[in-house]
């Protein structure tokens, strides 16, 4: 059976402040999905939150990027925004930048990672979902789950993935694409992905069987709007078992909080603590940034879950590392590397303070 899974997600309000969700936005957004699985669109669906974003996610038969999937997320977002409003919730409607919809939400505010494939004897996914991070997140997880044997014993061991993955890396800044092979070309990629605010791992394919193996979102708010509107909090599927990675490879390098963009005002680094969905509240100075895992089995498009991958004891030290490390990053109050470098800086409140004291910059001598 070919299904398409696609996951769409915005923040459009925050209860309170920008550190939760809602739960009268979340069952709007259940009934609006629920009305689409009877219409048919939908073969099935889960609606979950990451901190102050709404993830829908969705099985059906209609292809990626189509416009009636797209649409019905998009007005999906509308009416949970309206109820936002009428809540005065925090930033109600803030990922929304367009005024209506215009065939995509491609560009448009809201996040989308979309894959289709023949669903296998038994289809294994891992959906990702974070929050107070952005798009670039994935980059490193992804290296380590498809390219890094000292993570993933299979790449060594497995008949099926040991000649390896390749990584479609697209250049956010310049719209740009390229394709690499792993593992010949990892000293080539690790060029690019190790700077993930520039360029973002946007796919990874089986290279024997050609099949996707994740896909994740790459979309800059701050790119779109030309301004600081929020950070993007992307969403990552990951594909499992078989010639897939397992389960727990897939799971492993979220024992290393990696540091990532966001955090408060998406002004900071910070480590990425994986966590359990009812965990994925960020408040210490807004975050630090969170990430959840929703397991699946998919039957005949059904999507039998979820499985709460981070609710485990063994992510207990990375929690607490995580809060270590926060704790740590802190005490540099304004200070990079805990501030986002100039550039970063660029998109956020740098221009406006930069504006200001203009006439106040005076030539060296
Ligand atoms: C970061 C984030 C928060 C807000 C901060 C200020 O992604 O969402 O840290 O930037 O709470 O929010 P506003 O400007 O909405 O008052
Ligand atoms: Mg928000
Ligand atoms: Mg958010």
Known sequence: MNITLSVLKADVGGFVGHSSSHPEVVETARQALGKAKKSGLLI????????????????????????AIHKLAWDTFVECTQVARRLKLHGAGQDLLAEAFSGNVKGMG????????????AETV????????SAGAWNMPL???????????????????HNGFAFEVHDIKEHKKITFSA??????????????SRYAVKAVYHRDTKEIAAVSSTQRLALIAGRYVGKDDPVCIVRSQGQFPAVGEILEPFSM???????????????LMPVAVRDANPSRFDGPPRVTCAGFQIAQGRLIGPRDMFDDPAFDPARRWTNDIAEY?????????HRLPLEEMEYTTM?????????????LE
């Open 183 to 196: 593992p010949e070309e990892i000293y080539d990629l690790l060029v690019f992905i190790g700077a993930p």
């Open 143 to 161: 290296y380590k789950i498809f390219a890094d044997p000292f993570n993933t014993i299979g790449l060594v061991i497995a008949a099926n993935m």
């Open 44 to 67: 099935d669906y889960h609606i979950t939150i990451c901190g102050d974003d709404l993830e829908l996610i969705m099985t059906h038969q209609q292809g990626e990027e189509s416009q």
């Open 329 to 337: 990053l802190r005490r540099h109050g304004p200070f990079e590397p």
């Open 110 to 121: 809201p996040g989308v990672a979309e894959m289709q494939f023949q669903e296998r004897e």
């Open 257 to 271: 909080p990696g540091l990532v963009e966001g955090w408060m005002r998406g002004s900071h680094h910070g480590p």
């Open 351 to 363: 221009p406006q303070v930069a504006k200001k004291l203009e006439g106040r910059f005076l030539p």
């Open 126 to 133: 891992l959906i990702f979902m974070a929050d107070k991070t």
